[in-house]
């Protein structure tokens, strides 16, 4: 008798624990959770140099689910912008788009550029038109 009630105890107590830990995540099944929200920097206005643009990039990684964790500070890098193959408007879990994800064909890893994608897009063309001599 006391064995069955050292388990029942042992079992009631096993299930308080299960339901204060899922009460402490709050993903449920099947439900992604929300991701980091990337704030706005100042805006940046890069040098062009024929077919070179400067662009404020920051490193990152992707988690479980597919999303942008920014890792580090952001710092400025000159790219060729010959070698840019997709540039992609990224929004983060609040619909802001203040970064874009740029891929190029030297790197395998994205780039996360913390400027907005029409800045992205008029530096690459001010690149592309000193390149052209336009």
Known sequence: ??????????????????????????VQYGEVPDGPVIKRLSNFRGDHFPGFAEFRVQEMEFDDF???IPL?????????????????????VKKTDYS?????NYNEAAILVRQEYDEVVSSIRKGMEALSGK
């Open 100 to 104: 874009t994800i740029m891929n190029t």
């Open 1 to 26: 008798m006391m064995n069955m009630i050292r388990t029942a105890l042992g079992l009631l107590a096993i299930g308080v624990v299960l339901i204060f830990a899922m009460g402490a995540n709050p």
């Open 66 to 68: 597919g999303r942008v």
């Open 72 to 92: 580090g500070e952001p710092y400025e890098m000159l790219i060729n912008v010959t070698y840019i193959t997709t540039v992609y408007r990224y929004e983060d």
